[in-house]
């Protein structure tokens, strides 16, 4: 499924997906929070093709709390889980709220899409 325009999740998050070389990329824009980490959830989860690799894109995110980094938590061991790639991509200042908590790596984190396009294909 992809969708070329943003769909509205909450008042503050809006969500869009594509697929490049066979990796879903989900990408996201406004405010990832406890107020919109339901729909964040269900969006990916809604969304997710068998075998196929994603990326979560957040370079659009203007704020990320701490339930929007549970969010990506369960979305990774989701991932995991399912054994599909998983990487994310922030802004600087989501890449450094990721790295506050030190779930860089574990949320595979990555400073460009090509970077984490280019890790998913490996």
């Given at each position: 499924m992809i969708i070329e325009d943003f769909q509205k999740l909450t008042v503050?998050?809006?969500g869009n997906i594509d697929v490049k070389t066979n990796i879903i990329v989900f990408t996201f824009k406004g405010q990832l929070d406890a107020f919109s980490e339901k729909q964040f959830k269900t969006f990916v989860n809604k969304n997710l093709e068998n075998d196929l690799?994603?990326?979560?894109d957040l370079t659009k995110i203007d704020f990320v709390?701490?339930?929007?980094?549970?969010?990506?938590?369960q979305t990774a061991k989701e991932s995991k889980k399912l054994?599909?790639?998983?990487s994310v991509v922030?802004?600087?200042?989501?890449a450094q709220t990721i790295k506050l908590v030190r779930l860089g790596d574990f949320l595979n984190l990555k400073s460009s899409l090509e970077d984490a396009l280019n890790f998913l294909k490996n």
């Open positions: 503050s998050l809006r690799s994603y990326v979560i709390d701490s339930s929007g980094l549970g969010a990506l938590v054994k599909l790639g998983f922030g802004n600087s200042r989501v």
